[in-house]
């Protein structure tokens, strides 16, 4: 059996091993795609190396079917289409206990803190497994956990209908939590520095422009966003969203900055603005992710640059860090290749 680990600092290899059955309470899944995201880089680049440990099996979005089953699991069987929802809280904490399990404390990430589905047989614990609908292409499928985060903060933010929704970043994610806003009624804009992205969104009926173009955001709405989504992970995009604001706007925090970051304050106090986190998300927010996929709100195929094979993966993460006219790269690890 064939899997993906992190080596080391900036190293990624493809390994052989034998595979082992499922142990009484889990499912071995058949992956057959699996989704690079930043996280994976962030992995290969040493910055969570506290929590990542060599040769950790990478990945958490992905699609596959049910090989075997433990002795103990129930209501499963051989060749079903499923995702796995890959975080796994401790259940008993307070967090756990007013309902916020997916920011347990203790939670345990799936490709990170264990084991994750770069690899062609995954055992993962049954209670994670999430059902698919038959039919549906397993690439699109693979888009499901970055789509139910769109789902997460696109609620945590409460965009209504005739809502500005400013977008800054148009990534993936970015691109993913604009087509969820637009689904809930939002009057959306995204920003975006690389014309190729720029001309995605475009394809999507998204409204995307350069932030670097003279007036151009003033010419949306007067520049006034009830609603911003910090996407791009850099200095400027917080600043950019929290300039757009509207008195009594919300700033949804959705990339990962791994360091402080100045934020206007004083902007904060006198709109009366809001600050809110969005981390992961819930059993039901991916749930609402297959919906979305599997009736084609969401158009998986076109945010899917490529698909390469395992052998290529050094080249696939590469090809996602350089950035250069790619947005969703899935890995087929699918054992028939």
């Not at 049910?66 to 890959?86: E, N, Q």
């Not at 350069?210 to 989504?229: I, S, Y």
């Not at 970051?261 to 986190?277: A, K, P, S």
């Amino acid at each position: 059996m064939r899997q993906v680990v992190y080596t080391g600092t900036r190293s990624i290899g493809l390994v052989e091993t034998d595979h082992v059955p499922p142990g009484p309470d889990e499912v071995q899944v058949l992956v057959a795609y699996t989704g690079i995201c930043g996280t994976d880089l962030h992995i290969l680049q040493g910055d969570m190396d506290a929590r990542v440990g060599p040769r950790a099996v990478l990945g958490h979005e992905m699609s596959g079917t049910v090989a075997a089953v433990g002795a103990r699991v129930g209501g499963w069987s051989a060749g079903d289409p499923v995702t796995v929802l890959p975080v796994r809280s401790c259940a008993t904490c307070p967090t756990c206990a007013a309902g916020n399990g997916h920011v347990c404390p203790s939670l345990t990430f799936l490709g990170i803190d264990a084991a994750g589905s770069m690899q062609e047989r995954w055992n993962v614990p049954a209670d994670l497994l999430v059902s698919l609908p038959a039919g549906l292409d397993l690439a699109h499928a693979a888009l499901v956990e970055p789509t139910a985060v769109a789902v997460h903060d696109v609620g945590r933010a409460g965009v209504r209908p005739g809502e500005r929704v400013l977008v800054v970043g148009g990534g993936p994610i970015g691109q993913l939590i604009a087509l969820v806003a637009r689904q809930a009624g939002g009057d959306v804009l995204v920003l975006e520095l690389d014309a190729y992205r720029r001309e995605l969104a475009a394809g999507l009926g998204l409204a995307c422009i350069d932030p670097r173009t003279p007036g151009a955001l003033e010419q949306w709405n007067g520049g006034q966003a009830d609603v911003a989504f910090e996407v791009s992970g850099a200095a400027a995009g917080v600043t950019t969203a929290v300039d757009a604001l509207a008195p009594r706007g919300r700033l949804v925090m959705v990339a990962i900055h791994p360091h402080p970051r100045e934020v206007n304050l004083h902007r904060f106090f006198w709109r009366e603005l809001t600050l809110l986190g969005a981390r992961l998300y819930t059993r039901a927010d991916v749930a609402a992710a297959v919906e979305l996929i599997a009736t084609g709100a969401i158009p998986a195929a076109r945010l899917i640059s490529r698909i390469e094979p395992m052998e290529r993966v050094e080249a696939a993460f590469e090809a996602l860090k350089s950035g250069a006219g790619e947005m969703k790269i899935l890995l087929d690890c699918r054992e028939s290749r």
